[in-house]
């Protein structure tokens, strides 16, 4: 049994105040990963979402889809947020895994950086913008 439900509504009322319940969630040996980190343990893998709270202005997960099989999981979200005044949202899904105690084992987050995050950006949006289209076939 997973506690996917309950993962989700955490994540959907996440705030600096509620971090302290992650290891609730979390194995001990959990490991995270997104396009940016790669850690492990539910102490590292709170510090990503301080970082989050402490570098963006109301961030916030909308929970999307989820399609649960045995032990796995996946989800579908947008992340909404604030960024030097200007609204940003990232759409993104996460792979959960969970151990036989129901707690992740594993969480995965699979979104692309350079289209959702970068190519946005005043400096290296255009040099990004400019080599997805270079890839981008032809529409006749």
Do not use: C
């Amino acid at each position: 049994m997973t506690q996917l439900n309950e993962i989700l509504a955490w994540y959907g009322s996440l705030s600096p105040e509620t971090l302290a319940q992650l290891p609730a969630y979390y194995q001990a040996q959990a490991r995270f990963k997104d396009p940016f980190n790669d850690v492990i343990g539910p102490a590292a893998i709170a510090k990503i979402f301080e970082h989050m709270f402490a570098t963006t202005d109301n961030p916030r997960f909308v929970i999307e889809n989820t399609i649960e099989q045995g032990q796995q999981a996946f989800v579908t979200w947008v992340f909404h947020f604030h960024l030097n005044g200007q609204a940003y949202s990232i759409v993104g899904g996460s792979h959960f895994v969970f151990g036989d105690d129901g707690l992740v084992t594993l969480h995965r987050d699979y979104w692309d950086a350079a289209e959702e995050l970068l190519q946005k950006l005043p400096v290296v949006g255009a040099p990004i913008r400019w080599l997805r289209g270079k890839f981008k076939v032809p529409q006749t």
